[in-house]
């Protein structure tokens, strides 16, 4: 009883230190303006708590990482009269009170939230300290240590004897973190702690591309992804973000497409009996894609899904049949799409020109390019397949020749001759020889026809283009977005938390 009763009073004190930091961190919220400096900052960035960076980040990891939940208050309440003298006693009595306000949400509390239910208060409460300290922005005079602290740690199965060259360096379970992102990424947090190890701790990004299990990471990303109507705008940023670092390895882009998957449940489009992680993964950004065009039309949530697909384009491997369907589809959609717009420019050019139209054509122009823009990169990404993975997706050559007519349009213009060289070619192939295998043939005949023509088809009749290959960089200036986000976080997701909104003047400028 006594060791429970401990454990209680423990976890009671670590969670109200955490959140004592978050309290006083939080002069941000007040100020519309990314703040430099502060007393706050000074005290836990100088002095002599800087040489408890690497202690506290690590272990408000290690707390996020048990996942303990809170204890029974039953336990909190056992007073000295069951042992443990006076001392203990008074111990207990303050916890009692602390955890008092905690569990029935205290004076400002808000009412019916959903956060004062969190079963991992610590967990919850931890990650939201640490994502605020690795996101405050470097002194005048000295770096950010806690963001040094991030970005610096290593497996504590590393033997290395190499010192590292960063300050607040340290070891932590690699295994044990890994397993609590991936069963933990539904939250937003969660998300943004994952995208911040990929990005800034190279030791993580490593030991995170070389797991077999790389499934129970990438599902959760693609099921944010896949209920896009659900998640505010910076989730699905941050999720999209982590697929784009992942894609920028070869080695990834071609084990995704070897784990095989069944019955994915949260998918219900169609039912998929069977697929590839690698086809699903495609199947999702397509959505996003799709999604975008009919109603947000971010050019920015464009370009890092076409840039995932890039990526990934070399190394597409036995695309399962509905995910090449979808590619196909995609490129009539944007087809569709750019003749309507073209269209529109050229009424409004034949029609009589006012007062008020001069802002029309400007418009539609936009339009126009932002459209073929993504064209030249759809037809780059299947370029890239048919040039370095033709004989490995017999299905995508197939949902290619159904659909030939569309590409026709494009062969002549300008944007797209370069590239409708290869495409005309493969096209043109497989057309003569389907034409000789005779007419009124079944989809086994014609598969058939298609894996044979694929080994027969010389590869030195494809043009080479460059490979396409994106990287991922930060903004300039990212704590203008990343500062606004993790106080918006700790706004909403924080545990008896409560500030009064009509004072906070942060969130107001970058609010998801």
Same mark, same amino acid.
């Given at each position: 009883?006594?060791?429970?009763?401990?454990?209680?009073?423990?976890?009671?004190?670590?969670?109200?230190?955490?959140?004592?930091?978050?309290?006083?961190?939080?002069?941000?919220?007040?100020?519309?303006?990314?703040?430099?400096?502060?007393?706050?900052?000074?005290?836990?960035?100088?002095?002599?708590? /800087? @040489?408890?960076? #690497?202690? +506290?980040?690590?272990?408000? &990891?290690? %707390?996020?990482?048990?996942?303990?939940? *809170? =204890?029974?208050?039953?336990?909190?309440?056992?007073?000295?009269?069951?042992?443990?003298?006076?001392?203990?006693?008074?111990?207990?009595?303050?916890?009692?009170?602390?955890?008092?306000?905690?569990?029935?949400?205290?004076?400002?509390?808000?009412?019916?939230?959903?956060?004062?239910?969190?079963?991992?208060? /610590? @967990?919850?409460? #931890?990650? +939201?300290?640490?994502?605020? &300290?690795? %996101?405050?922005?470097?002194?005048?005079? *000295? =770096?950010?240590?806690?963001?040094?602290?991030?970005?610096?740690?290593?497996?504590?199965?590393?033997?290395?004897?190499?010192?590292?060259?960063?300050?607040?360096?340290?070891?932590?379970?690699?295994?044990?973190?890994?397993?609590?992102?991936?069963?933990?990424?539904?939250?937003?947090?969660?998300?943004?702690? /994952?995208?911040?190890?990929?990005?800034?701790?190279?030791?993580?990004?490593?030991?995170?591309?070389?797991?077999?299990?790389?499934?129970?990471?990438?599902?959760?990303?693609?099921?944010?992804?896949?209920?896009?109507?659900?998640?505010?705008?910076?989730?699905?940023?941050?999720?999209?973000?982590?697929?784009?670092?992942?894609?920028?390895?070869?080695?990834?882009?071609?084990?995704?497409?070897?784990?095989?998957?069944?019955?994915?449940?949260?998918?219900?489009?169609?039912?998929?009996?069977?697929?590839?992680?690698?086809?699903?993964?495609?199947?999702?950004?397509?959505?996003?894609?799709?999604?975008?065009?009919?109603?947000?039309?971010?050019?920015?949530?464009?370009?890092?899904?076409?840039?995932?697909?890039?990526?990934?384009?070399?190394?597409?491997?036995?695309?399962?049949?509905?995910?090449?369907?979808?590619?196909?589809?995609?490129?009539?959609?944007?087809?569709?799409?750019?003749?309507?717009?073209?269209?529109?420019?050229?009424?409004?050019?034949?029609?009589?020109?006012?007062?008020?139209?001069?802002?029309?054509?400007?418009?539609?122009?936009?339009?126009?390019?932002?459209?073929?823009?993504?064209?030249?990169?759809?037809?780059?990404?299947?370029?890239?397949?048919?040039?370095?993975?033709?004989?490995?997706?017999?299905?995508?050559?197939?949902?290619?020749?159904?659909?030939?007519?569309?590409?026709?349009?494009?062969?002549?213009?300008?944007?797209?001759?370069?590239?409708?060289?290869?495409?005309?070619?493969?096209?043109?192939?497989?057309?003569?020889?389907?034409?000789?295998?005779?007419?009124?043939?079944?989809?086994?005949?014609?598969?058939?026809?298609?894996?044979?023509?694929?080994?027969?088809?010389?590869?030195?009749?494809?043009?080479?283009?460059?490979?396409?290959?994106?990287?991922?960089?930060?903004?300039?200036?990212?704590?203008?977005?990343?500062?606004?986000?993790?106080?918006?976080?700790?706004?909403?997701?924080?545990?008896?938390?409560?500030?009064?909104?009509?004072?906070?003047?942060?969130?107001?400028?970058?609010?998801?």
């Amino acid at each position: 009883l006594f060791c429970c009763c401990f454990f209680d009073i423990t976890y009671n004190i670590l969670f109200e230190a955490v959140t004592t930091l978050l309290v006083l961190l939080s002069y941000q919220l007040f100020h519309k303006e990314v703040l430099r400096e502060g007393l706050i900052y000074s005290y836990l960035t100088r002095g002599r708590c /800087l @040489s408890l960076t #690497s202690r +506290l980040v690590k272990t408000l &990891l290690y %707390n996020f990482i048990r996942q303990e939940k *809170c =204890p029974a208050a039953t336990h909190v309440l056992q007073t000295q009269s069951d042992g443990g003298g006076l001392l203990y006693g008074l111990a207990s009595g303050v916890a009692s009170g602390l955890w008092s306000v905690f569990t029935l949400g205290g004076v400002g509390s808000r009412p019916g939230a959903e956060h004062d239910q969190n079963p991992l208060p /610590l @967990s919850n409460q #931890s990650l +939201l300290l640490l994502l605020v &300290l690795a %996101n405050l922005t470097d002194g005048p005079d *000295c =770096p950010n240590p806690y963001r040094q602290a991030v970005t610096c740690f290593k497996n504590t199965q590393d033997s290395s004897s190499i010192p590292s060259p960063q300050p607040h360096t340290f070891q932590i379970n690699f295994n044990s973190l890994y397993t609590a992102l991936c069963e933990q990424q539904k939250s937003d947090q969660v998300t943004l702690l /994952l995208y911040t190890l990929l990005h800034q701790n190279s030791n993580m990004r490593t030991y995170i591309l070389s797991r077999t299990d790389m499934e129970n990471l990438v599902l959760p990303i693609l099921e944010i992804l896949y209920h896009v109507e659900e998640r505010n705008s910076h989730h699905v940023y941050m999720a999209l973000i982590i697929l784009l670092i992942l894609t920028e390895d070869d080695t990834f882009n071609r084990s995704i497409h070897e784990v095989m998957l069944k019955n994915i449940s949260w998918y219900t489009e169609r039912v998929l009996t069977e697929i590839s992680l690698g086809s699903l993964l495609i199947l999702v950004v397509i959505r996003t894609i799709q999604f975008n065009m009919t109603r947000t039309r971010d050019k920015y949530l464009h370009t890092n899904c076409l840039a995932a697909l890039a990526n990934m384009s070399a190394q597409f491997r036995n695309l399962h049949q509905y995910a090449a369907q979808r590619i196909i589809s995609l490129f009539a959609l944007l087809s569709k799409k750019h003749n309507k717009v073209l269209e529109q420019a050229t009424q409004s050019l034949r029609g009589p020109l006012g007062a008020d139209d001069t802002t029309v054509l400007p418009d539609y122009a936009q339009d126009l390019n932002v459209i073929e823009e993504v064209i030249r990169m759809m037809l780059e990404i299947i370029n890239s397949c048919l040039s370095n993975s033709l004989h490995h997706n017999p299905n995508l050559l197939y949902a290619l020749l159904y659909k030939r007519e569309l590409f026709e349009q494009f062969r002549s213009h300008p944007s797209f001759q370069d590239i409708m060289q290869n495409l005309d070619t493969v096209i043109g192939f497989f057309s003569q020889r389907l034409e000789q295998a005779g007419s009124d043939l079944s989809v086994e005949r014609v598969q058939e026809v298609i894996k044979k023509g694929a080994a027969a088809l010389p590869k030195e009749r494809l043009k080479k283009f460059p490979e396409l290959k994106f990287k991922y960089v930060e903004e300039e200036q990212p704590e203008d977005f990343f500062i606004p986000y993790v106080w918006s976080l700790v706004f909403n997701s924080g545990v008896g938390l409560y500030w009064n909104s009509q004072g906070i003047e942060l969130l107001g400028m970058d609010s998801p």
